[in-house]
């Protein structure tokens, strides 16, 4: 059965295990093992600030359709 059958995204059909340990094998080769820790703080602090600002644009765009 293929991802999409079971209710996954389409997409994930396409990358297995073998992908992502490629994956990250290159990002430690490219960052170095030192970097990755500090580089994967900055992206979920990143992304918890994006998903609050759309949070909070959602709740300004319903109160100005009241």
């Known amino acids: 059965m293929h991802g999409a059958q079971l ?3 389409v997409f994930s059909s396409a ?3 073998p992908h992502l ?3 990250v094998g290159v990002l430690v ?5 030192t970097r990755l820790p500090a580089l994967a703080k900055s ?3 990143s992304l918890r600030i994006l998903r ?4 909070d644009q959602e709740g300004d765009s319903d109160e100005q359709a009241k």
């Open 21 to 23: 340990l490629i994956i």
């Open 29 to 33: 080769l490219l960052f170095g093992a």
């Open 15 to 17: 990358f297995g295990w």
């Open 43 to 45: 992206l979920g602090s």
């Open 7 to 9: 209710g996954y995204p």
């Open 52 to 55: 609050n600002e759309v949070r």
